[in-house]
């Protein structure tokens, strides 16, 4: 089984193209910041109890997310949210 690119994981998944990902980093760049990039996060996490052969119990836990990191000199500012969208 071939996986997909983490890029085109979050392009198919959410939308995020090469033009939408340049307008959020245009917009953390008119704060007058020096650099700025933007962090995804996507993971899963199944699990099943069995007691005696048995499914007693079915668990799913999904995290996902996207920040951005912006550095002017020595500081930097940082946001997350656990949306992942073009907006």
């Known amino acids: 089984m071939t996986l997909p690119s983490a890029r085109a994981f ?3 998944h959410f939308g995020l193209d090469d033009a939408s990902l ?3 980093l245009d917009a953390a760049l008119e704060r007058r910041v020096e650099y700025a990039d933007l962090f995804f996060e996507y993971t899963h996490q ?3 109890v069995l007691e005696e052969g048995i499914v007693k119990n079915g668990d799913r836990h999904l ?3 996207v ?3 912006t550095q002017v000199g ?3 500012g940082y946001a997350h949210t656990d949306e992942v969208t073009v907006e």
């Open 10 to 12: 979050f392009e198919d």
């Open 22 to 24: 340049g307008s959020a």
């Open 46 to 48: 199944d699990s099943v």
């Open 63 to 65: 995290t996902q997310g």
């Open 67 to 69: 920040g951005v990191r």
């Open 74 to 76: 020595e500081r930097q």
